[in-house]
């Protein structure tokens, strides 16, 4: 099975840098996303990892270590409109290769 | 607009009842989920197809029956419905599945509350 730990709130200033970690267990893995949910709406695509390094996309970028079961989120030059709940994601083997969600990381941005 | 549209948005209804929330996408994509988060926003799986082909069925009470009917739409039936099915549930889609940088489209979610 899966097991995915992220810490469930953080809070950080406008401006500054989050980092969001994510640790899993599995049995198999066939890839790493993170989502972006604001309250009230869908969870959006933000990036996906396979390889170990860095994936940068504008603010964004996330880390994957496969040997060590880890993953992070970086945002960088916070603003008001990035507080959300962040989650991370593990593809599992099998035909099926479905997406396991971690329980999400509620950022709150102040001012 | 192209997307993925649930309807209803929000449900309300009494224990016992049944309901079905219905499901389209018009991205062309081969494969469709339902997700239930609950009230501590868990994404859970429920079930998933591709080419209107069952490939993933998690242990979901067997009152929940999902119906592809073509490959851009993905209803769910949920007969006697209990107070522990309050939650929001979640449709998505993928174009492929199991392979590369696919990722799932989803819905806006349709917040249904057993009374």
């Known amino acids: 099975g899966q097991n995915i730990d992220q810490p469930t709130e953080m809070t950080a200033t406008e401006g500054a840098i989050v980092q969001i970690n994510c640790t899993y267990q599995t049995s198999g893995f066939n890839g790493l996303f993170w989502y972006q949910q604001h309250a009230g709406e869908a969870p959006t695509f933000l990036s996906y990892n396979v390889l170990d390094g860095l994936e940068e996309k504008g603010r964004f970028s996330s880390f994957l270590s496969r040997s060590k079961g880890y993953s992070y989120l970086l945002l960088k030059e916070l603003q008001m409109k990035d507080s959300a709940s962040y989650l991370c994601?593990?593809?599992?083997?099998?035909?099926?290769?479905?997406?396991?969600f971690g329980s999400g990381t509620q950022l709150t941005v102040l001012p | 607009d192209t997307a993925v549209s649930q309807t209803p948005k929000y449900l309300v209804t009494q224990m016992g009842n049944d309901k079905s929330i219905k499901c389209e996408q018009n991205?062309?994509?081969?494969?469709m989920y339902w997700y239930k988060q609950d009230s501590k926003k868990f994404l859970k799986i429920m079930f998933s197809?591709?080419?209107?082909?069952l490939i993933i069925n998690e242990t979901v009470p067997n009152r929940f029956s999902p119906k592809s009917p073509d490959k851009a739409h993905l209803n769910l039936h949920i007969n006697s419905l209990e107070l522990g099915d309050s939650a929001v549930y979640f449709c998505a889609s993928s174009q492929g599945w199991g392979q590369g940088y696919n990722e799932q489209f989803f819905g806006p979610g349709t917040r249904l509350t057993v009374l």
């Open positions: 197809y591709n080419n209107k082909e």
């Open positions: 991205l062309g994509h081969d494969t």
């Open positions: 994601a593990v593809r599992g083997p099998g035909s099926a290769r479905q997406l396991t």
